[in-house]
């Protein structure tokens, strides 16, 4: 066989791969999209649904994990785990417990679109994190795209009431939260299926709530409303857990799989643009916000969409 005949092969196998992995990384994308989209629906739902934060999520991770129950053979794909990969998920699964906390948290102190722009500061907490903890090269450009966020962080809140303050905080806590369990999957995702890893993680989220629950209820902190009030209240838990939850939370997980921990939160950083448009038209949310707000938006959605742009022509420089 001749070298150039050997060279040729080599040349289409290697062809063929690199349009294998970009059709994975399309559908990566697909997915990633698919479940901002449903993630958008999030705070407004935190919004209509009428129970503290933490109850929120006490019955979003109960509900979820007994919707995630028919897909992993009801425990069966548990058995093969080892124990020390399962604690590494419920840790995980704490961490995005306390995430969603913070998250409605935010919503009920201030709104759904004050909540979902902190969370777009996701990505600059990812770029500071991820490099210490998975012992990576610092990014500089994804450090760059996620300070470029700030300035429209403080062109919000520097024209908020001060009543929001405090919404901003948490949720700036719960993007925190949201970068930190992100990086812990990603570090993780090849344990085992999505599943498998979404049902041990919101099932810890769920037992770390329940102990957190019983703990405040020792101490004479007794929640407002224990079961949802309405039949209403009822269908958007049911919509929270089935969709938003069990449905958002595999596709994130099966796109890391081919997507890096950054890209994937900046595509999830799309959120408040879905978010704050059903705040618009759901809840009326645009009353209560000035000019100001809307263009310390714009901002932040335009150092999302510079990124693929800047990452694009560093790799054709390079």
């Excluded at 009801?74 to 699964?93: E, H, M, N, Q, W």
């Excluded at 799989?257 to 038209?281: R, W």
């Excluded at 759901?282 to 990452?311: A, C, D």
Aim: charged share 10%; glycine share 6%.
């Amino acid at each position: 066989m001749k070298k150039s005949d050997t060279m040729t092969k080599f040349d289409y196998i290697c062809s063929l791969n690199r349009h294998m992995e970009s059709d994975h990384q399309s559908g990566a994308y697909l997915k990633i999209h698919i479940a901002v989209l449903l993630f958008g629906f999030t705070a407004i739902l935190g919004n209509l649904i009428q129970l503290q934060a933490i109850m929120i999520v006490w019955w979003r991770v109960l509900l979820t994990s007994i919707s995630l129950l028919f897909f992993i053979g009801f425990g069966r794909t548990l058995k093969d785990l080892p124990s020390a990969l399962i604690r590494k998920y419920v840790v995980i699964g704490i961490v995005i417990g306390l995430h969603w906390i913070c998250f409605y948290g935010s919503v009920k102190l201030s709104n759904a679109s004050i909540c979902l722009v902190c969370m777009s500061t996701t990505s600059f907490f990812t770029s500071l994190i991820e490099p210490l903890v998975v012992r990576k090269k610092i990014n500089y450009i994804e450090m760059l795209i996620g300070a470029m966020i700030i300035p429209g962080m403080i062109l919000i809140v520097n024209n908020l009431d001060v009543s929001y303050y405090y919404g901003i905080g948490v949720g700036l806590l719960s993007a925190l939260l949201a970068a930190v369990f992100s990086i812990m999957n990603k570090a993780n995702i090849k344990g085992a299926d999505p599943y498998t890893i979404s049902f041990i993680e919101l099932s810890g989220a769920w037992v770390m709530i329940s102990v957190l629950l019983l703990i405040m209820s020792i101490l004479g902190y007794t929640q407002q409303t224990f079961w949802p009030p309405s039949i209403s209240d009822w269908l958007w838990l049911i919509v929270l857990a089935l969709l938003c939850t069990t449905l958002a939370h595999v596709l994130t997980l099966k796109a890391l799989q081919h997507i890096s921990v950054f890209a994937s939160n900046l595509v999830i950083n799309l959120e408040p643009v879905y978010g704050i448009l059903l705040a618009i038209f759901i809840l009326n949310e645009h009353k209560e916000l000035n000019t100001m707000f809307y263009i310390g938006t714009v901002i932040i959605l335009f150092s999302i969409f510079s990124y693929p742009l800047i990452q694009k022509y560093t790799q054709k420089s390079a």
